[in-house]
């Protein structure tokens, strides 16, 4: 069925230009041993295809060739997705993609969003726990993502650091120093300065120790107060909190969440 076109698509299949483009620079190709009888671009996107799906290896729609067999073994696929796992292509492609994005104008790091989700785990896992608050098995991530463009009008969802996961009986706050370092690790190999950068979160990390560790990396922290049951706010200068900033959120982390929920594999 082909896939309705729009600003909110998520490709889950990508044309050989795309994939020459954004993907073959970075994958590790051997040059021992024979060849395979399908391209890495069709190879990829069986990839792809079982991230959307999260199916199992077995499960995998394979294509006929003209003899009416399956084209390829799901097995050889497996083999490429783990030998592209173990040379970091994953990483690569994604570094590249947001280099490509600051260079040429698309990426707005004035103001980047931070935030973390639950997501439901049927089965056991790595990082499975339950969560009291949600009622539920799962994983906890935390994410980034750039903010809005004001001279376009219009919100970007780029996001700017691999995801932060952890059991899903974990509390957020302290899984905050790590996804910045890694949104820093990022910065640093594309060349975004993030000096200035307003870091929008919302109260769970609201802590003298995140704000401290944005702070020290000349970020300006904007997290709506948390009071933890108070019932007055603590005694000291007022911080800094600019709502229409944490309001965007709801229309750019959020949406990063959903298009995370769309590739299955990553839910399983």
Known sequence: MPQTKSHKWIPTFLTLEQFETFVLPHLHIGTRGPQPKLSLHAIFNYILKLLHLGCQWSELPIEKDKNGRPEIHHSSVYRAFRRYETHGCFEDIFKASVS??????????????????TTAAKKGGDNL???????????????????????????????????VSAP?????????????????????????????TVVSLDGVYDSRENRKAIFNRGMVPNINKN??????????????????????????????????????????
Do not use: Y
């Open 100 to 117: 490509m994005l600051n260079e040429k104008g698309k990426l707005d790091a004035s103001v980047i969003h931070g935030d973390g989700t």
């Open 129 to 163: 726990g339950f969560s009291g608050h949600k009622h539920m098995k799962g994983d906890k991530v935390v994410a980034f993502c750039d903010g809005r463009r004001p001279t376009f009008g219009h919100r970007n969802c780029n996001i700017i650091s691999p995801f």
């Open 168 to 196: 899903g009986n974990r509390n957020e706050s302290p899984l905050f120093k790590t996804a910045l370092t890694q949104v820093m690790s990022t910065a640093r190999t594309v060349g975004i300065d993030l000096i200035g």
């Open 227 to 268: 009071l933890r049951g108070r019932k007055t706010p603590k005694p000291g200068p007022k911080r800094l909190f600019d709502s229409s900033i944490f309001q965007e959120r709801f229309n750019t982390i959020e949406r990063v969440f959903a298009w995370e929920d769309k590739f299955k594999r990553l839910l399983l």
